[in-house]
């Protein structure tokens, strides 16, 4: 019975994280966290007021959180606060902490659940492109902070070599690129550099492109369609792959 319970507890755990998954969604997309960061106590009709949303849901959603520990409660004064340190990883996207693409991901993914479950029977494949598109954006923001504060400062410099040649000048294949936030960060850290990002992924690849634009970045960024087995071109100086050589078909061969 002991071990019964137990294992019932570890479900419940489970349960409240999944749902809360839903919630810290809602809160990303309505700015609700980014209103709270830096506000000091703030009641659920002063929230409400600031992301134009209904008070009545604000409150439920503040509550849960509370009760998650996402944010601290006062019940003598009725006001919620987002602690410095939960800003950090739900309120700045710049922050390297932030996780708030990591829900974004997680959610977009259980949405494939019935797709899984006939894979399962049939033994075929899932390919990326057949999930929401939740799980493309989301990914990109749930990587991007870590490619923010390592891939310039640490990644690259640990290459020998690697570092000089790009800021004299290199041609570099960025493999799997999704929505292109490691290409962009090697194209503006290395200007005299040219980058050109792959991806199999059309909606990505799009998406990639009107980011490179408003970032001023086309003269020497550039985004195509092809396979990893034969993206086009030969001479690279660089050819780099980040967090996509497990979602391949074949990632051995």
């Not at 009725?78 to 708030?100: H, T």
């Not at 899984?116 to 029977?121: M, R």
């Not at 799980?135 to 000089?164: H, I, K, M």
Request: hydrophobic residues 40%.
């Amino acid at each position: 019975m002991d071990k019964l319970m137990a294992f019932l507890g570890q479900v419940i755990g489970e349960l409240g994280a999944t749902v809360n998954a839903g919630l810290i969604v809602i809160g990303d997309r309505l700015g609700l966290y980014k209103a709270m960061a830096g506000a000091g106590p703030i009641t659920s009709t002063e929230l409400a007021e600031k992301t134009r949303t209904s008070e009545r849901y604000v409150r439920e959603w503040l509550n849960a959180q509370a009760a998650g520990g996402f944010v601290t409660y006062d019940p003598a004064t009725k006001r919620y606060e987002l602690p410095p340190e939960q800003a950090m990883a739900l309120a700045d996207e710049d922050s390297p902490a932030f996780v708030g693409g990591a829900f974004e991901l997680a959610t977009a993914t259980l949405k494939a659940t019935p797709h899984i479950e006939e894979v399962f029977k049939s033994g075929a494949g899932f390919g990326w492109h057949e999930h929401d598109a939740g799980v493309p954006t989301g990914c990109e923001r749930f990587f991007r902070p870590g490619y923010n504060a390592n891939l310039v400062s640490t990644w690259l410099p640990a290459l020998d070599g690697v570092e000089e040649k790009l800021r004299v000048g290199a041609t570099v294949a960025d493999v799997g690129c999704g929505l292109g936030a490691s290409s962009r960060l090697m194209a503006d850290a290395y200007p005299r550099s040219h980058v050109t990002g792959f991806d199999y992924h059309q909606e990505s690849i799009e998406l990639a492109r009107q980011k490179a634009r408003a970032a001023g970045l086309s003269d020497r960024l550039k985004f195509e369609v092809a396979l990893a087995q034969s993206f086009p071109g030969s001479g690279y100086d660089l050819v780099t792959m980040f967090d996509c050589l497990h979602d391949m078909g074949d990632p051995v061969g």
